[in-house]
């Protein structure tokens, strides 16, 4: 009998954003969670901070134009 190897197939990454005023933290926008291979999940992290500031610029412009 082969012995069976318990692998890990994928990770969940659920980001959870607040918005941050230096007195309190509120409630961000929801991102959906996102199921990557094992062997992707460090570059997904490492590219996290500058999609949360992409996102951020994002949320800006459409405030200003609204």
Excluded: F, N, Y
Excluded at 11 to 16: D, K, W, Y
Excluded at 26 to 36: C, D, H, I, R, T
Excluded at 38 to 52: F, H, K
């Amino acid at each position: 009998m082969t012995k069976k190897r318990l692998r890990i197939a994928h990770i969940v990454i659920q980001p959870v954003l607040v918005w941050d005023d230096e007195d309190e933290l509120s409630p961000g926008p929801e991102l959906s969670p996102v199921s990557v291979p094992l062997s992707q999940a460090r570059e997904m992290l490492a590219g996290l901070p500058a999609e949360v500031e992409k996102l951020e610029s994002q949320l800006e412009k459409d405030e200003k134009d609204k």
